[in-house]
């Protein structure tokens, strides 16, 4: 769910109490195209069937724990796509990724097609100004600025009190 990082000294992030849109399945908003099968952005919402990173390893599958344990599985992440072993970015990395086969190498990036149209930021089926919350929140874009338990949220772009590499420069997108 939609987090910030805290100008309290004392607590480096909380969740924010973001409210839920409340209208079509947690999942699948109704304004994004379910099978998205190239990249936009930071290929959040890919959907393709590529299964191998960039180096050629295989991607393991996200509902196995072998050889790579790990808590990305359907289950503890339901609206995120990981079905079979899709590249995939769920945790909003700079990129679509997955666990490999191999047992020196934990993940790695995929390289996944751009969609090439429209802005990266902005992929033409995204409602841009969501100010409330659906599936994991990963699209709101409104203007809440505290905490669940009432703290000041810190700007994103100003590294104090918490120093942290979510910066607008680092995630256009987002």
């Known amino acids: 769910m939609p987090w910030c990082y805290t100008t309290n000294t004392e607590t480096r992030w ?4 973001v409210p ?3 209208a079509g399945p947690a999942c699948e908003p109704p304004t994004i195209v379910p099978e998205l099968s190239c990249a936009t952005g930071e ?3 890919y959907r393709g069937t590529i299964s191998v990173t960039e180096s050629g390893k295989q991607c ?5 724990q072998t050889p790579q344990k790990h808590d990305f599985s359907p289950n503890n992440h339901p609206c995120k796509g990981l079905d079979s072993n899709h590249c995939r970015n769920p945790d909003n990395e700079r990129m679509p990724w997955c666990y490999t086969t191999n047992t020196e190498t934990r993940w ?3 390289k996944v097609p751009s969609c090439g149209a429209g802005p990266a930021c902005e992929p033409p089926t995204i ?5 409330c919350a ?8 409104g203007t809440i600025s505290v905490t669940e338990s009432g703290k000041q949220c810190q700007s ?3 590294q104090t009190p918490q120093k942290h590499d979510f910066s607008p420069d680092n995630h256009p997108c987002k």
Do not use: A, F, N
């Open 60 to 64: 393991q599958s996200w509902s196995v």
């Open 108 to 110: 790695e990036h995929c």
């Open 127 to 131: 409602v841009p100004e969501l100010i």
């Open 134 to 141: 659906t599936g994991e929140g990963e699209l709101y874009r």
């Open 43 to 45: 290929g959040e919402l």
């Open 20 to 22: 839920s849109c409340g």
């Open 14 to 17: 909380e969740h924010c109490k």
């Open 156 to 158: 994103w772009s100003v």
